[in-house]
């Protein structure tokens, strides 16, 4: 079992900048892709970013292109989302999850994922 635990959210204006972390523990991540999630009340949850195992290749949703980086350090078991730009609509508990996959090829998919953390809450004001 691998354990994986966010934290950096918050309540942030429109036009800031949050930088969100996820660490793992109980088990490794420096083999899988990474995922961050995020779900707002009514919504389905989506992939707004994912990272391949080297840290070497990333995806982006569309809606955060230029405004959120994924990266990643290995040796320390964990990933984070810089999120700059923040508008009301980013508002969402974000999840990291690691992938069974080294690849990007299904990061948009919630059943590539294994493990979950338990969320963090953003939220934006305008």
């Known amino acids: 079992q691998v354990h994986l635990a966010e934290s950096g959210g918050g309540l942030v204006q429109a036009g800031g900048s949050l930088r969100l972390s996820c660490v793992a523990s109980?088990?490794?991540?420096?083999?899988?892709?990474m995922g961050w999630f995020r779900q707002a009340p009514g919504r389905e949850r989506e992939c707004v970013a994912a990272i391949h195992w080297t840290g070497g290749s990333t995806y982006y949703a569309d809606g955060v292109k230029g405004r959120f980086t994924i990266s990643r350090d290995n040796a320390k078991n964990t990933v984070w989302l810089q999120m700059d730009s923040l508008r009301p609509e980013d508002t969402a508990v974000y999840y990291c999850a690691r992938s069974r996959d080294r690849g990007l090829y299904s990061a948009e998919s919630q059943s590539a994922y294994d493990y979950w953390g338990q969320g963090t809450q953003v939220t934006v004001s305008s």
């Open positions: 109980g088990g490794t991540i420096s083999d899988n892709a």
